[in-house]
């Protein structure tokens, strides 16, 4: 042992070529146990490849030695060659002792590869062996999870947290809290979000419970929780628009702006954000800072469909029609069949009496909103302006079927048919 303490000190103090010197000795004369002692220090210390080498000289004498596999196994899982590690785990034997050890690791490197079954199958195969070992019921907890079975995972992990609340360095309450989280039952999973904070303050956690308790309804809690995250670390830029949102549901529409306009100083590129506070400053009355707003967002992303759409119902609210059209022929290169913007722009060039534009777009419209009253409302009584009566009583036949119940509808129909 103590060549190999001597070997370790070596490295650790950066004698690198002169603790190899002593490594090879080792690996071509030294015992069975000098081999494997230095094979798990160098393990430890990250020489990889100098530890399995000794591990597979160790295999030679001792060929279905379950711990050797088991470490050479995970120095092949170390070094990025899974399907390696794979090769070697398949080979320990049920009745060796770190059979169940080699089936945790099988099924972590089959859940890695996305082979979900498999895995589960490895996992339940130890259970089997050790239904006790907490190890396995939290292996199971985190391929369910990772599954979405997010019920079966929730079951396991309260089960583990009846033993421990830290498993391989994880926080059992955090990762049940998640799973309750993600599966809906935000209510329920706000008191482990507690309990994994009070073990260790930390910045993701915290931001899942700012998010739970928003999803929640608890929109005091998330504001809190967002207001902490953001002291702990102001270029958290999910927090700023979730604690918008948060503000918003309460009716802190000033806050709410605040809070829009100093995350888009952290986070400059986000087009969420614009977009947020855009539709924030008209709820505020503020039409120009929300003009700014979705201008900058559309700028960001040229095919910010939502964005756009803002921006053409506030000028078609401002009559401000050419601009409209400004718009809808920005989003026209990848958006040009979409209905609401083809009916935006005839009722634009409507408005600015462009008649011809306005009964082509219209009739581009019609093909995707025949069945919408609004839109053929609209477009029937511009035909009747245009002395399209013929076409404007079809429009209106639509309407008596789809709203049977309005006589005017009824009555146009009639004085279209009259003439």
């Known amino acids: 042992m103590e060549k190999i303490n001597e070997i370790i000190k070596?490295?650790?103090?950066?004698?690198?070529?002169?603790?190899?010197?002593?490594?090879?000795?080792?690996?071509?004369?030294?015992?069975h146990e000098e081999r494997f002692l230095l094979g798990e220090e160098l393990l430890h210390y990250g020489f990889l490849v100098e530890a399995k080498k000794?591990?597979?000289?160790?295999?030679?004498?001792?060929?279905?030695?379950g711990e050797l596999l088991v470490l050479l196994a995970?120095?092949?899982?170390?070094?990025?060659?899974?399907d390696e590690a794979i090769l070697v785990l398949e080979k320990v034997q049920e009745e060796d002792p770190s059979f169940p050890q080699s089936l945790l690791l099988l099924a972590d490197l089959y859940q890695m590869e996305g082979l979900y079954e498999v895995s589960e199958q490895k996992l339940?195969?130890?259970?089997?062996?050790?239904p006790n070992e907490v190890i396995v019921d939290f292996a199971l907890g985190e391929l369910y999870g990772e599954q979405g079975r997010f019920l079966e995972a929730a079951k396991i992990y309260r089960h583990v947290l009846q033993t421990d609340e830290i498993i391989a360095g994880?926080?059992?309450?955090?990762?049940?809290?998640?799973?309750?989280?993600?599966?809906?039952?935000f209510e329920e999973a706000l008191p482990y979000f507690e309990k994994a904070m009070e073990d260790k303050l930390e910045i993701n956690t915290l931001f899942s419970y700012a998010f739970t308790a928003l999803q929640a309804g608890y929109n005091r809690t998330a504001i809190e929780k967002f207001n902490e995250l953001k002291e702990l670390d102001p270029e958290y830029h999910s927090l700023y628009i979730n604690l918008s949102k948060a503000y918003e549901r309460e009716e802190e529409l000033e806050n709410s702006f605040h809070v829009i306009k100093?995350?888009?100083?952290?986070?400059e590129y986000n087009k969420e954000l614009y977009l947020y506070g855009g539709k924030l400053a008209l709820k505020l009355g503020n039409e120009q800072e929300a003009e700014n707003l979705l201008r900058e967002a559309l700028a960001l992303d040229p095919e910010f469909i939502e964005a756009g759409a803002s921006l053409i119902k506030l000028f078609l609210r401002q009559e401000r029609y050419q601009d409209v059209l400004e718009i809808t022929e920005?989003?026209?290169?990848?958006?040009?069949?979409?209905?609401q913007f083809v009916w935006d722009s005839a009722l634009a060039h409507h408005q600015l009496e462009e008649y011809s534009l306005a009964l082509n777009k219209y009739n581009r419209a019609y093909t995707f909103l025949k069945d919408e009253?609004?839109?053929?409302?609209?477009?029937?009584?511009?035909?009747?302006?245009?002395?399209?009566?013929?076409?404007?009583?079809?429009?209106?036949?639509?309407?008596?079927?789809l709203e049977p119940g309005v006589i005017e509808y009824q009555e146009i129909l009639q004085r279209l048919l009259d003439q």
């Open 262 to 267: 100093m995350g888009i100083q952290y986070d």
């Open 54 to 65: 000794l591990f597979e000289r160790l295999l030679e004498s001792y060929p279905e030695e």
């Open 330 to 339: 920005l989003l026209s290169d990848f958006a040009e069949e979409e209905p």
């Open 124 to 130: 339940l195969k130890a259970k089997s062996i050790l």
């Open 170 to 185: 994880v926080n059992v309450n955090q990762r049940l809290a998640e799973v309750l989280s993600v599966g809906g039952a």
């Open 10 to 31: 070596m490295l650790e103090n950066g004698q690198h070529e002169e603790a190899l010197s002593h490594y090879r000795r080792i690996l071509l004369n030294g015992s």
């Open 373 to 401: 009253p609004e839109f053929l409302i609209d477009y029937g009584n511009f035909l009747i302006e245009e002395g399209k009566n013929t076409e404007a009583a079809e429009v209106f036949s639509k309407l008596v079927k």
């Open 74 to 82: 995970e120095t092949h899982i170390d070094l990025g060659e899974e």
